[in-house]
C-alpha cells in the first residue's frame, strides 16, 4: 500500500533541549493511526513538526519527513500542502471557530479550489450533509451550535480541499462520551469513503484502540513502542505501556488498589542519559542506565526497550 | 444504613438573556434521591445534564429554586446561613479544575488552614502539614503558592483542604476530568484509601463509565436536568432501562 | 520589602528608579523648610524675573574652587529684565548655614538649613516676578501637590472598594441602588462638576480648608468608576471555584470578601490607584490654575503655573516659570512606571 507520510529520525528542539528524538514512523493509505502519551510526551509536538506549525524557539534538529513519497523536511512548499493535502483539527472547536463569522463564511475561506461562487456554495452543503449537520448550519454561528456541531464543522474546513492525511489532536477530549462516539464513527467513516488517513493524537489509549489500527505509544519524545492497535493494548510489551494500561479502572475489579507509576515524568531540561523511563522501571536492568535502546523489530511489534534485545541507539 | 441526604423535588432554573428574549434554562428538574452512610454514590450525566450544578446546591453553595434538600434529619433548605455555617463542615466538595479551584494568591499551606478553626495557630499549622502528608505532599511545599505544583498535586491540595474541617462527606465534582491518566490512578487510589481512613461517604460526579463502574455503589444517571436512572451500579450496567443509559452505555469505547 | 525592591530592580528596572525618583520628592516635600534656601512666600524686590542662577567650581579665571560658589547678578535693565553677572567677586555656598528662624515640619525650630549664601543669592530655577525664589516654591509647593494626589486617591479607593464590592457581592437591589447612585456621579463631566463643587462654597475660604475641599471634591468625582469595575471583578470572582469552596468550608463573608475576593482584584486595582494618582495631582493644578484651588501666597505647582496662563511671551522672556509643569511632568511620569511594576511583582507567579 502507498505511504503516505513518513516521519524518518526526526529530532525537534533547540540547542539546549531536545523535545523529540528520532522519531520514525510510517503511514498508509486509509490508516488510522494514533499517538498515545501522557501530557508533554511530544504527541502534539509532532504533529506540529509535520506542517511546520512548531513554536519559533524549537525547529528539527535532524531527519526527514516524506509527504506522499515527497521529501519536504525543508518546508519550502508547505503552504500548498497544509490546507490542501494534509487537514488538521484540534481539541476545543470553540476556540478555532472565528465568533464574528458564520459557518458557511468560514467553510468557504476554506475552500483552496479556483471555482465560482455558486460551486463553492453547493460544496459547502455536500459536506454539511455529510458531517451530519443541517443545512441551516450554514447560516449558523459558532456559537449557536453545540461542542460536538462545532468540531463537525471544523472537521468539514479540514477535508474540504480532499487532503490525503488528516492531523487530529485530541479531537475529543474536550466532548461529551455520546458526542465523541459520534465523532469517531464520522472519522472512521471518512477514512472509507475519501481514502483518508488520520494521525489521531490521545491521551486515552481505550480511545485508540477503539478508533485506530494503529498504536504508538511515546515518552519523553520517544517512540517506545508501535504495533497492532488491539495487540498493543491487549498485550503491551514495553514496561512503560503496561504500566499506562496498569492505569485504567477498567483492568481492576471493583475498588482494587490501582497499580500506579512511581516517581515522575522527567522535564526536557533533565532527561536521563539512556532510557528515558529508566527511573521508573520496574524491569530496569544495568545497561538501561546509559544506553538508549535501538528500535527492535518483536513479533509485529516495534519496540524500544533492552528487555527484547541488546540494540543500541545509533 | 443511615441516611446523610434526601433530596426532594429540587429543581433550579437559569434565566438567561440571548438576542432580546430572556430563555428560562431548567437546569435541575424536580430531582429526588438519597445517599446513604458510607457508599460512593456514582452521578453520570454529560455536560449540559446538570450534575455539576446539582453538586453545588446540594451543598447550599448555589440556592435551590425550589424542593427540599435534608441532611441527617434536618431540613436545611432554608436555613440562614449563620445556622448552616455551623454544620458545613459535614460537608466538603472538591472542584474539576485544579488550575482553578485554589486561590493563587494563598500558598497552599494556609489554604488547607483556613477550614481548622481550633486550636492554636502553631497546632493548626502542625494539622495541616499532618493533611498534606496524608494526601502524599511533603511538609517542604507548605509555602509553595498553586502555581508552583503539577495538576495532580494541586488536586491534592484540594483534597487536603476538604479534609480539613473532618467531614463525612464529600462531593467530588469530575476530579480526575483534567488530569492524565496516571495520575488519575493515583487520586482514585487516595479517594478510596482516605474513605476507609475516614468512613466518607462520597458523591462522585463524572461523565466516565469506567470509573463509575470501578468506583460506585450505586449509580444515577442525569439527562437534561433530571435523574433518568437509579440503581446499583452492576444492575444499570448488567441491565439498563431508560433509553438515554442505553444510550450511554453503548458509547462505550 | 528587600525582596520585593530587588525583585522589581531586576524585572523593571525603569520603575525601580521611578519608586526612588518618587521618594526623593517626598522626602524633598517634607523637608522642605530644611532643604529650600529661602521661605517661600519671601520677596526679593531686586531681583524680578531673575533667571537661575549657576553654582561654579571654576571661576572665569580657570581657578578651581573647592567650595562651589556664585556669582553676584544685578539687575541693569528692568524694563527688559536683564540681568548682569558680576564676575569679580566669588560668592561661596555654605553648607548648614545660619539663617531665618523656621520650623521644620512645623514642630521643630531650627535656625540652620541645607545651603544658601551669606551674600548673594542662589536662585537655582530663578525668581518670578515678586522676585520669589522658584525652586524653595517648588519644594513648597510639592506638599501640596503631592499630598492630595495620595490623599485623593486613598479616600476614592476606600469608597470605591466599599461599595464596588458590596455591590458585587450582594447583588440584587443593592446592587441596583449603588451602581445608579455611581453612574450619576459618572454622568456628570468631571471638570464642570469639579467647578460647580468648587464654586458651591465661599471663594475665600483658609488655604487649609481650601485643601480639604479640593481633596474630598477629586475623591467624589473620582470614585464612581472604580466601583463600578470593582465591581464587575467582584462578580466574576463570585463565582471562582476556590470562593465556593471557602463558603464551604465556613467561612464568614466579611472574611471571604477581605481574604479573597479584594485581593484578587489586585491586579487591576493597585495598578489602576497608581495611574490615577496623575489624575488628582492634575485636578488640583487645574483648580488651582482657575484661581479656585489653593490661593497666594500659598504656593502649588498647579498655582505657580497659572501665572503663565496667557502670557506665551513667558516661553521666551522667563522659560524657568515654568519648572513647575517639569515636575508635574516627572510625577505623573514616575507613577505611571512605578504602577506598571507594582502590577507585575503583585501577580502570584513570580514570588
Redesign the interface.
Known sequence: MKEILKLENISVGNEEIKILRNINFIVKEKEIVSIVG??GCGKSMTLRTIINLLPKNLRILNGRIYFENKEITDFKEIEKIRGRKIGMIFQEPSSYLNPLFTIGTQIEEAIKDQIDKEEKRNKIFKILKEMGLSPNVYYQYPHQLS?GMQQRAIIAMAIINNPSLLLADEPTTAL??????GI?NLLKNLVLLHNLSIIFVT?????AR?ISNRIIVMYAGMIVEEGDANLVYNNPLHPYTE??I?????K?K??E?????EGDIPSYRNLPEGCPFYPRCEYKMGICEKNIPGKINFENRIIRCFKYGKIMES | MERLWKVEELSKTYEVKSELKKEKIRVLKNINLEIFKGEIFGLVG??GSGKTTFG?VL?R?IEPDSGKIIYKNIDITNLP?KIL??Y??N???I?Q?PY??????LTCGY?IM??I?EGSKKEKIEKAIELLNLVGIKRENFYK???QFSGGERQRI?IA?AL??NPEFIVCDEPTSNL???I???I??LF?ELKEKFNLTYLFIT?????V???ADRVGIMFKGEIVEIGKTEEIFENPKHFYTK??L??K? | MKNVLNRLKKKNPVSYYSLWILILLYFLAIFADFIAPYLYNKQFRDYPLCPPVRIHFFDYNKRFHIRPFVYEIKLINPALNQYEIIKDKTLPVYFFIKGEKRKILGIFPSERYLFGTKEGKIFLFGTDMHGRDIFSRILYGARISLSIGVIGVTISFFLGFLIGGISGYFGGKIDNILMRIAEIFMMFPSFYLMLALRAVFPLNLSSFQIYILIVVILSLIGWASLARIIRGMVLSIKE???I??????????RRIILK?II??TFSYSITAITLSIPGYILGESTLSLLGLGIQEPYPSWGNMLSVCVGNLRIITTAPWMLMPGFFIFLTIICFNFVGDGLRDILD??N?
Open positions: 501522557e501530557s461542542g461529551d462520551l455520546t458526542t465523541a462516539f469517531l491521551h486515552d489509549i481505550s480511545l477503539f504500566k499506562l496498569g492505569c485504567l479502572p477498567e481492576y471493583k475498588r488498589k490501582i497499580k500506579v507509576i | 454529560e455536560s453545588k451543598l453553595l446561613e455555617r455551623k458545613r463542615k460537608f466538603q466538595i472542584f479544575d482553578k479551584s485554589l486561590n493563587p494568591r489554604t483556613e477550614g478553626h503558592f498553586p502555581h484540594a483542604r480539613s474541617t492524565d491518566v496516571s488519575q490512578g493515583q482514585l487510589n478510596l461523565h466516565n463509565l469506567k470509573i463502574k470501578f468506583l444510550k450511554l453503548e458509547s469505547i | 471562582e471555584e476556590y465556593l469552596s471557602a463558603k464551604s468550608l465556613g467561612l464568614s463573608t479573597h485581593p484578587n502570584p507567579k514570588w
